[in-house]
Nanobody
Framework: QVQVVESGGGLVQPGGSLRLVCECS????????MGWYRQAPGKQRELVAH???????KYGDSVKGRCTISRGNAKNTAYLQLNNLKPEDTAVYYC?????????WGQGTQVTVSS
């Protein structure tokens, strides 16, 4: 059993910041990568940020320069720092964990950017 839990979402004003947290627990052998994706109403799920176990990162075009993904010391946690948030960043943010035997998704955390 593998559990993926996101936290840190909420309501923030335009220009504000949020830090999302993804924690993976359970029968984990080796985490190959962790990623954040988001889905706004009526839109497809899109990549926000991705980090490989060797440390390489990748960002979606819509958030480049405004967010940073990192891993915790225990390596089963990933953080997403979002800065200069815009109303178009409003979405449910999901964490994906890539393990040797498959990938797993969390339930998501809502981020709403509004004044």
């Amino acid at each position: 059993q593998v559990q993926v839990v996101e936290s840190g979402g909420g309501l923030v004003q335009p220009g504000g910041s949020l830090r999302l947290v993804c924690e993976c627990s359970g029968m984990i052998s080796s985490i190959n990568a962790m990623g954040w994706y988001r889905q706004a109403p009526g839109k497809q799920r899109e990549l926000v940020a991705h980090i490989h176990k060797i440390g390489s990162t990748k960002y979606g075009d819509s958030v480049k320069g405004r967010c940073t993904i990192s891993r915790g010391n225990a390596k089963n946690t990933a953080y997403l720092q979002l800065n200069n948030l815009k109303p178009e960043d409003t979405a449910v943010y999901y964490c994906n964990v890539d393990l040797d035997y498959g990938d797993y998704w969390g339930q998501g955390t809502q981020v709403t950017v509004s004044s």
